[in-house]
């Protein structure tokens, strides 16, 4: 294999582990603000003094705002059920963590090739003896996990990833 072949490989591989890891910290973020969101909605409409005082002025308002609460715990229970509960975020979190170590052990080896401490050959035996193993067993948990794909959290990883990596491996 030659030398460039080979850079372009480890120069993907840190892109790649770099966006999971850039992803996955936005997305727990936006998880967590959807969390928080729902559960204020909740205990805004699901007050009873809320409820008690349209009761007393109308019956329709006391049907919209018993209906209001019903709807607000009920998408309140799908979003812990379905969508992220502590537990699954704290598996986020932990997966975020094993693409940056990913990242930082493709990082050794590329800073080690490039200051001429590993020549091409052992930086081969490393990647395919560490690395490919390391990154089936994240893709393995990524695709095993519910993640769900958001466009502008995709499209802001991609460009801060980008950015990094023109950044800190330019050579």
Do not use: P
């Not at 409820?51 to 002025?57: C, G, L, R, V």
Request: glycine share 2%; proline share 0%.
């Amino acid at each position: 294999m030659n030398t460039t072949m080979l850079s372009k490989i480890l120069r993907n591989e840190l892109y790649q582990s770099k966006k999971n890891e850039m992803y996955l910290t936005a997305y727990i973020n936006f998880i967590k603000s959807c969390k928080k969101w729902v559960e204020i909605t909740s205990l805004l409409l699901s007050t009873s003094g809320i409820a008690a005082w349209f009761s007393t002025k109308n019956a329709q308002w006391a049907a919209l705002t018993s209906s209001m609460s019903v709807g607000v715990k009920l998408s309140e229970l799908f979003f812990e059920k379905m969508i992220a509960n502590e537990d699954h975020v704290q598996d986020l979190v932990e997966l975020k963590n094993s693409w940056l170590t990913y990242f930082y052990e493709t990082e050794k080896i590329w800073l080690k090739w490039h200051s001429a401490q590993l020549t091409e050959a052992e930086v081969l035996q490393l990647y395919s003896d560490k690395l490919i193993g390391m990154r089936s067993k994240l893709e393995e948990r990524n695709s095993a996990m519910k993640i769900w794909k958001v466009y502008h959290l995709t499209k802001q990883s991609d460009a801060q990833s980008v950015r990094a990596m023109d950044q800190y491996f330019t050579y």
